[in-house]
C-alpha cells in the first residue's frame, strides 16, 4: 500500500504516528521508494509506503 499525504502535509506527522503503533522503518524492496517516501514494516510483516511526491491522475 502507497499513502500520499496532501502536499501541504509533507511532515514527519504521519510517520512518526505509525512507529508509535509499533511499525519499525525498514528499507524498501525497490529503491525508488526509498528515494521517494519512506516504508514501514507492522509487527505482522505488513508494509506501508509514505510517498512524497506529488501524484496527479492521467
Do not use: I, K
Not at 509533507?10 to 529503491?31: E, I, K, Y
Amino acid at each position: 500500500m502507497v499513502a500520499r499525504p496532501p502536499a501541504d502535509r509533507q511532515d514527519s506527522g504521519p510517520t512518526f504516528t505509525v512507529l508509535l503503533r509499533g511499525a519499525r522503518r525498514v528499507a524498501a524492496h525497490n529503491p525508488y521508494w526509498d528515494t521517494w517516501g519512506v516504508t514501514l514494516e507492522a509487527p505482522d510483516g505488513y508494509r506501508l509506503v509514505l510517498c512524497r511526491r506529488a501524484w496527479a491522475p492521467a
